[in-house]
């Protein structure tokens, strides 16, 4: 890697990204994305198409009064279509209605894509690429040329690659970034090509790579080693097919591993922030597996192992999870050994029963008997804390829910009706109650406050975030058994619960009873000294 | 990479994969995971580690029965724990318990693991491989070593972990297989040990790596071109952390691109198909941006780009899908263009109205206020063709749910109920019909059926098999839009509907509603020969 020269982070999740399966993003998310990425640093940011449709130019629109510190805004689009029409191109004439400081503009570098797809002479090719950058530079833009499949061009057909990149260069191109369109390339092929070329040209060099041959960053990180100075790439690697190269992965590699420096200083201890805020702005589920900032990227679980990573860290953990902004946790899951539910209580703050022996085995034998059904108590930490507690003798639910009813009803051009009824018990007071609601699980909620409002009014302080629902068994059909978990938040903390039956009813009562007790508990329980964090009640 | 070689493929699915959070597998599953794998064409299968489980024990012995035609299974085991009691060391007995023709042992090879987390000398820590591997070897069985932390070990102290490996191949071992343990090293740092170490030993080299710098996949390809002729990884890269080495990425990396060649003739064309049989087993929803395998592997969206891909697909496509029993798909989509929706109508085998522009307007303009919705059209195929068949006046839904009601009732110490009432109209009839179920989607979905019978016997051969809630807009709480994804089954084909509502159990009734009529539709009216596979009625 060329140690002289800081490289630049050119990202393209709002344009490339949104070419995903399942990738919608609204002007207002890319709005929110874009400052995002400006604040941690990135140099580029591309934010689509502008001639491709209306959204990416009302985007454009809007970008103009962005307080951006450190990226310059870039609109992507195609070279000219015809040569010698230059002026009147919608699509260059699109790119310069969006006004941003830098232009990205692809063209064909492989020659079956010019000559078949489009019908045009290598001297034509090379004169649209010529004329389309000349254009946007007379214009006064940065201009950065995609050299669209030049790995699978360059392989075909050196010579009319080159040629193509040439025409670039002469016409003022400010950087010339190497596509692996098709994503299919070895990390010694680009490699090899990039040391072969990077003589012929004084242009700086980016990289531009695809994940179907899943090995995207590693591309990325060859074509830096070589000597390319430019990086694309998606946060959490959304886009076309199977993604664009993971940013998030890339920049970790090469700061903490490949001694790299980027263009901008940037707030690496976010990487884990920004990836869960692309996800969260996407309404997608983050992967927990992702390398560096995934939930489970630095989770362990097997008890041997467990001990060992808890007596020395470094020699378990290839990175500190703290320089991304991650963290340890060690796994409460059947496979476990005891010593996972020690080191997990203690996490939470919870003081086992060390001198009593067959307590502690009950209490395993019941999680893992919980687990067996399917309650998931690794993501549901609260529920778990409430079962150790209750377990230990801690801890006593608030209220007993005697009897459940929920009526739902719809029909054609009449309005729909979702009801509960409630009877709870609390303190030896029973209370009944009924609430309508927005679908049944709502009115439910809705039924269980109210019933509970008169004895523990601090309830008011807290609110359901998220709520999922994971069909188990799903080979059963509707009669399978459904898995809800909950999030609740009271501005300050949000915790997780769960809830498991065949009735998905059932199973979110369960979940919301959780929750409402864990929050009772925190209040009325733990000496406000014990909590990790504060809890407002 | 050396050409003359074969290279073995040990697939660690059963061991290594389970130590992923949320991967639980039975031994039945097991034992049904090995027979695919052993069909597929892998050399080794790793079954588990038996001394740390019974449940592991348990497979061993089931496993003596199966009728393996390509792979030999292996356990898993450490080394002894201290030298001079090899005997009687509980792992070493575990592991010759499981009669596997072949064991795997895994000794420490950065000198601070051994000096640090076992307080042994260089000289202990060599004696204890060297006397474990002898042990073994003296029992007959092939002994395969695992240099745990290989890497890391090297890079901090080459002699310590050449001494280790010296130990190992002294004392017999078949192969040395040098582990990324921490998944940290990068791709040519793994090439450039491997290439210094190789003229170092006589013994067949393997590799073994993890996912956690997003480069497992690209560090065993370089072990392999490094000279390494034995891989280890996972189906679909499960396993601890960020995963193992994904075995379904490697494969055809090496035998599409590197010419590279295994020791058994490989299934390639059941890649895909092995990939989702194990995320089947495992009750994991699969990747669906999976390199080679996933829905999204070979999807093109965006409508310039589609149809340059109909025009000629290997110029877009890294390798032919079906080389891994992939397909190519269309996505209809919010951004899509017309010409997606025209291709995927022409797959389903439906005639648009080529001569109506304006009727096709209306139907695009419907398609997209139904995904700005949440319809997800892309995985529900059968709701799609309903849609573009209703608007083009060819389907007229075959029932009419005029009203639905669920009752469903829980409480303390008294059976639970789940009861639906549905009035249906079907040819000016009314059927009032009342059904109890498990659940109130089960009770629907009973109660539609049995109001349905009379008028429509053939819905007897359909049943559901797959039911997913997916919650939208999750930060809404209990009250936000969910959307139900149903598959349904007649023994020879599968179909996928949609709903999507506040209410959970409305959204179910319109994709149980879609699910019936789309097997109606089918039975009754579409001529059999324009159906692309024959379905029973």
């Not at 030049?150 to 970034?177: C, S, W």
């Not at 041959?213 to 790439?233: E, F, I, P």
């Not at 993971?246 to 690496?268: A, D």
Request: with cysteine.
């Amino acid at each position: 890697m060329n140690q002289n020269n800081a490289i630049e982070l050119y990202d393209t999740t709002l344009r490339d990204g949104t070419q995903g399966e399942k990738i919608n993003l609204s002007v207002q998310d890319k709005l929110l994305i874009a400052e995002k990425l400006d604040e941690f640093g990135v140099d580029y940011i591309e934010g689509g198409w502008p001639s491709s449709n209306p959204k990416d130019e009302e985007f454009f629109r809007k970008a103009l009064d962005l307080k951006l510190k450190n990226a310059r805004v870039s609109a992507f689009g195609s070279t000219a279509r015809k040569p010698g029409s230059i002026a009147d191109d919608p699509n260059l004439t699109g790119l310069l209605r969006s006004q941003t400081p830098a232009i990205t503009i692809f063209g064909k570098t492989w020659k079956a894509h010019s000559a078949v797809g489009l019908g045009l002479t290598d001297e034509e090719n090379a004169e649209l690429i010529f004329e389309s950058v000349r254009h946007l530079k007379e214009e006064g833009r940065e201009v950065l040329f995609d050299a669209e499949h030049f790995f699978d061009g360059y392989k075909d057909n050196p010579a009319f690659a080159l040629k193509m990149l040439q025409a670039a260069e002469e016409a003022g191109a400010e950087r010339l970034v190497l596509c692996d369109t098709n994503g299919g390339t070895l990390p010694h092929e680009i490699y090899d090509i990039i040391t072969q070329i990077s003589s012929s040209t004084s242009v700086p060099l980016g990289i531009h790579t695809h994940n179907d041959g899943d090995l995207a960053v590693a591309n990325a990180l060859s074509a830096l080693r070589a000597g390319a100075t430019h990086v694309q790439g998606t946060i959490n690697g959304i886009g076309e097919r199977c993604g664009n190269a993971n940013l998030i992965s890339i920049i970790p590699n090469v700061v903490l591993k490949m001694n790299g420096r980027f263009r901008h200083k940037l707030q690496l201890n976010q990487l884990t922030a920004l990836s869960k805020f692309v996800y969260e702005i996407l309404n997608l589920p983050p992967d927990n597996r992702a390398p560096f900032v995934g939930r489970s990227a630095f989770a362990h679980k097997g008890g041997i192992h467990v001990s060992a990573v808890l007596k020395e860290s470094s020699l378990y953990e290839h990175i500190d999870p703290k320089s991304v902004g991650n963290r340890q946790r060690v796994l409460v899951s059947e496979l476990s050994g005891q010593s996972n539910i020690r080191y997990k209580a203690r996490e939470l703050g919870i003081a086992l029963p060390e001198d009593n022996a067959a307590l502690f085995r009950t209490m395993v034998q019941r999680i893992k008997k919980l687990e067996h059904e399917g309650y998931q108590f690794d993501v549901a930490e609260a529920s778990f804390e409430l079962l150790l507690r209750h377990e230990m003798g801690e801890f006593q639910p608030f209220f007993e829910v005697l009897e459940s009813k929920v009526h739902i009803e719809s029909g054609k051009n009449r309005e729909a009706v979702d009801q509960a009824v409630m009877k709870v018990e609390v303190n030896d007071e029973i209370e009944l109650t009924a609430a309508d609601g927005d679908g049944p699980v709502n009115a439910l909620d809705k039924a269980l406050r109210k019933a509970l409002r008169r004895f523990y009014p601090e309830i008011r302080n807290m609110s359901l975030v998220d709520y999922k629902v994971r069909v188990l068994e799903e080979k059963k059909g509707t009669s399978a058994k459904v898995r809800v978990l909950i999030e609740s938040s009271d501005k300050e903390n949000t915790w997780s619960t769960v809830g498991v039956s065949t009735n998905i009813i059932d199973a979110s009562l369960q979940a919301l009873s959780d929750s409402i007790n864990y929050h009772l508990f925190n209040c009325r329980t733990k000496p406000l000294e014990t909590l990790r964090e504060a809890t407002p009640c």
